[in-house]
């Protein structure tokens, strides 16, 4: 059987079809577990209108973050594989079966696939040009964006990610931390097959992500990490500079005896920019 988790916070106009998308799964051994975060818009009574179905289940919790919705329904889940999707994002008919296939074929504890991204009601493909099979470095494939474990388009074995858990401190990046940890002792296995549709359309889950210090890029370790997971982090850290203009003298600080990881990520993604904006445009031009 097949979790599926949902944490849910005022998704009033998305969640039924999120939720919709799980019932016609041509997969049919599945549970469907919704964590409502402490809604107030009408977004539960939306979800309790689909538990006729005895394999959904509502649960209501006060507001405490996506992350505690989604340890709550990781520590509830009684399938043995488990994947969690946002409330605004939807899955595709045959993700679950195929999500499962691959994990049992390369015998793996982690399945991903590629995805759509929909905004403002289109959908283009967020394409990953790989060959189905076992990423041999999962850092090195991060960094280059080979791949990417994207919530509502990985499949994970129950027994593995019962081990973890989301760190409840943070609002944004929670998701990254608990990856990394994974992703540095465990295979993947990815499918070019498109499985789920991430939507930009609906504002963010739970908490407004503005405050630096609940931002895993403001509690990132370098210390002890391969190369490639370094370079991965100095990645995340450069983003980390763009999007918090006010906190890069901290940043600095905080990263002071890392900045060689930094700046080399920044340098050889600027290269990696040119060489696929060069690959590109050559297509266009055959």
Known sequence: MVSVIIPLYNKY??????????????????????????????????????????????????????SSARNMGIQMAKGEWLLYIDADDYLLPNALETLLNLAEKFEVSIAASN???????KKRRCLYNVSEGVVLNNFRSLFFNSFDIRAGATLYKSSLIKQYKFDETLIRYEDAKLEFDILRNHKVAITPQFTMVYTKDYAGLSKPASDFSKDYISCMSFEGKPFWEKMKLG????????IYPNNRSEIKA????????IYLSAKIGFFVYLFNKCCNLLHKLK
């Open 13 to 66: 106009l998305a969640i039924g079809r999120t939720i919709e998308s799980v019932i016609v799964q041509t997969y049919k051994d599945w549970e469907l577990l919704i964590i409502d975060d402490g809604s107030n818009d009408g977004s539960g009574q939306v979800a309790e209108q689909y538990t006729f179905d005895e394999r959904i289940h509502y649960i209501y919790k006060s507001n405490g973050g996506v």
């Open 115 to 121: 995805f759509y991204v929909e905004f403002e009601g």
């Open 235 to 242: 990645s995340l850290a450069n983003y980390g500079l763009d």
């Open 254 to 261: 905080i990263y002071s005896n890392d900045l060689k990881w």
